[in-house]
């Protein structure tokens, strides 16, 4: 199935940053479906939607899911349940496990296995790590706690072999991917070096930073490196 599991960071982060549109463009544009998950839905309506802080932003995403751009996706409960435990009882100190996953974005990881949809897009750096470089998450925790952290290698084993095949992408990636496809073009006119230099550097700057700061796991260097890119090819592309 063509499509990206969406966990509630990447939404959270484009919301905060006024870019929630991107969803729908890139649809148009791509043909690539958008799926949450219930657990998701929960932390980017059913929570907000009761606060006086967050509210705008829950009848915004709502207004994605009521119009089709995102779609709801089922999962098994008890698959979840079990990725769930299986998560936080990687890793231990003292005796107790330590909690290292949430409903949410176990639950958008079990759509991702369940349903062959290969892509997850996840903010949240610790999720990330689980998947990618578990001895890295180890030591970050063991660094934050400032205790001494011990693995459980057959667990850590199992959540690698049963995630393997997902591709992590984060809400950086998406609004690189909607500046290749020249979606941020509406934010440029004839008379913008008349306001500020350098406009596309600037935008670009502008949305990295923007979801780093609304909690995208992306480091300042991985920022340079993607603008540098995303610039680069945008000047091969002019001049071809």
Same mark, same amino acid.
């Given at each position: 199935?063509?499509?990206?599991?969406?966990?509630?960071?990447?939404?959270?982060?484009?919301?905060?940053?006024?870019?929630?549109?991107?969803?729908?463009?890139?649809?148009?544009?791509?043909?690539?479906?958008?799926?949450?998950?219930?657990?998701?839905?929960?932390?980017?309506?059913?929570?907000?939607?009761?606060?006086?802080?967050?509210?705008?932003?829950?009848? $915004?995403?709502?207004?994605?899911?009521?119009?089709?751009?995102?779609?709801?996706?089922?999962?098994?409960?008890?698959?979840?349940?079990?990725?769930? %435990?299986?998560?936080?009882?990687?890793?231990?100190?003292?005796?107790?496990?330590?909690?290292?996953?949430?409903?949410?974005?176990?639950?958008?990881?079990?759509?991702?296995?369940?349903?062959?949809?290969?892509?997850?897009?996840?903010?949240?750096? %610790?999720?990330?790590?689980?998947?990618?470089?578990?001895?890295?998450?180890?030591?970050?925790?063991?660094?934050?706690?400032?205790?001494?952290?011990?693995? %459980?290698?057959?667990?850590?084993?199992?959540?690698?072999?049963?995630?393997?095949?997902?591709?992590?992408?984060?809400?950086?990636?998406?609004?690189?991917?909607?500046?290749?496809?020249?979606?941020?073009?509406?934010?440029?006119?004839?008379? $913008?070096?008349?306001?500020?230099?350098?406009?596309?550097?600037?935008?670009?700057?502008?949305?990295?930073?923007?979801?780093?700061?609304?909690?995208?796991?992306?480091?300042?260097?991985?920022?340079?490196?993607?603008?540098?890119?995303?610039? $680069?090819? %945008?000047?091969?592309?002019?001049?071809?």
């Amino acid at each position: 199935m063509k499509g990206i599991i969406l966990d509630a960071g990447p939404i959270i982060s484009l919301s905060i940053n006024n870019l929630l549109w991107l969803f729908e463009e890139l649809k148009k544009i791509t043909s690539v479906s958008f799926y949450i998950t219930p657990a998701v839905k929960s932390e980017v309506f059913d929570r907000p939607i009761t606060t006086k802080r967050f509210k705008i932003k829950a009848i $915004q995403t709502l207004d994605l899911l009521s119009e089709g751009i995102i779609e709801m996706i089922e999962c098994d409960n008890d698959f979840v349940k079990k990725t769930l %435990n299986l998560a936080n009882s990687c890793f231990y100190s003292k005796g107790e496990n330590i909690k290292v996953a949430h409903l949410g974005e176990i639950e958008a990881t079990c759509a991702s296995i369940e349903h062959a949809i290969s892509t997850l897009a996840i903010d949240e750096s %610790n999720m990330r790590l689980m998947i990618e470089d578990p001895e890295c998450l180890k030591k970050r925790l063991s660094s934050r706690i400032h205790a001494n952290i011990k693995e %459980n290698n057959e667990n850590t084993k199992k959540f690698k072999s049963l995630t393997g095949r997902i591709n992590l992408i984060r809400s950086s990636e998406i609004v690189g991917i909607a500046y290749e496809k020249g979606l941020f073009e509406r934010w440029k006119d004839k008379n $913008q070096e008349n306001y500020i230099e350098n406009i596309d550097e600037n935008i670009l700057d502008g949305v990295l930073w923007g979801v780093k700061l609304a909690g995208c796991s992306i480091t300042p260097a991985e920022i340079d490196e993607l603008k540098e890119y995303l610039l $680069q090819k %945008n000047l091969e592309k002019e001049k071809a």
